[in-house]
């Protein structure tokens, strides 16, 4: 049973690689954590306050929670969290959500800055699934009067997290004036936490301060690897060989603005930009 003397107990619903690094922040507050999952997992810091949950006892762990944090995949019917749980979350003690949701609800923008009043128009399922998501748990914690922050996140990297395709085929595939955003899971852990030490309720997005292109990202990798014999293909002679699961990164084309959630939260990047990440991560690339 949770030691009911933890004045904060969070429960992330669905325990990933986000949600190892966040428990590591969070529990080194002194707050309780309890992660669900269908896997054996662990939390790198004191087990004294952090206890793992099997799916089947998903309501067990609800129960004990004062703050939830929902990082389980929506599919086409919106949150599963919310569909299968609304009632019972609606009679425990829990005021506070934070949902985590993606950058991809904000689709293709031809490389224009997007911020969280963007109009969010991706063309593909899994984030129109985000977006359903996130409308219906804005109804759902209104209606209940629970603080809800919807963290849209950029791409993560971090350790055990860098995919290197260097390594192998050593190509870089180049496509001009095309961004991403990325942010190193050491930052998304604090950056959650400060919201749910918090009483804000809104919707955030979380990204490093330099967007780039994939090029730019690879290129860095090459430098700091000094890594020869390299190829540079342009995306045209690629465009027709993408794998359907690649094809979202390619055709949605945006630059993530951070501005709202480091003025309002005070926030300072422990790594600002994926050059300081990739250097902190040369043991992994």
């Known amino acids: 049973m949770v030691a009911r003397r933890h004045a904060l107990i969070i429960c992330s619903l669905g325990y990933g690689y986000l949600a190892k690094f966040l428990f590591k922040e969070l529990c080194s507050s002194g707050v309780f954590g309890i992660g669900v999952s269908s896997k054996n997992i662990y939390c790198e810091s004191n087990p004294y306050n952090f206890r793992?949950?099997?799916?089947?006892?998903?309501?067990?762990?609800?129960?004990?929670?004062?703050?939830?944090?929902?990082?389980?995949?929506?599919?086409?019917?919106?949150?599963?969290?919310?569909?299968?749980?609304?009632?019972?979350?609606?009679?425990?003690?829990?005021?506070?959500?934070?949902?985590?949701?993606?950058?991809?609800?904000?689709?293709?923008?031809?490389?224009?800055?997007?911020d969280e009043n963007t109009e969010t128009k991706s063309l593909f399922s899994n984030d129109k699934n985000r977006i359903k998501a996130e409308i219906a748990w804005k109804k759902y914690c209104n209606k209940n009067n629970i603080i809800l922050n919807i963290c849209r996140v950029a791409g993560?990297?971090?350790?055990?997290?860098?995919?290197?395709?260097?390594?192998?085929?050593?190509?870089?595939?180049?496509?001009?004036?095309?961004?991403?955003?990325?942010?190193?899971?050491?930052?998304?852990?604090r950056i959650i936490s400060k919201i749910l030490f918090s009483s804000q309720n809104d919707i955030w997005n979380l990204s490093d301060n330099t967007p780039s292109s994939r090029e730019d990202f690879l290129m860095e990798i090459v430098k700091i690897n000094k890594i020869k014999n390299y190829k540079v293909i342009n995306f045209k002679k690629y465009e027709k060989f993408i794998p359907d699961k690649n094809k979202k990164f390619w055709l949605n084309n945006k630059k993530v603005c951070n501005k709202k959630m480091k003025n309002s939260l005070k926030y300072q990047f422990i790594f600002p930009s994926y050059k300081n990440g990739l250097r902190n991560l040369k043991e992994y690339l």
């Open 52 to 114: 793992s949950y099997y799916r089947n006892k998903i309501k067990e762990a609800i129960y004990f929670s004062t703050h939830l944090i929902i990082t389980a995949p929506p599919d086409h019917k919106g949150c599963p969290i919310l569909k299968n749980f609304s009632k019972i979350i609606a009679k425990t003690n829990i005021r506070n959500v934070v949902y985590i949701s993606t950058t991809g609800v904000y689709g293709d923008h031809n490389g224009a800055w997007v």
């Open 156 to 189: 993560i990297y971090g350790p055990d997290r860098v995919i290197n395709t260097l390594k192998k085929k050593k190509v870089i595939i180049s496509k001009k004036n095309h961004f991403f955003s990325r942010i190193h899971v050491l930052d998304i852990a």
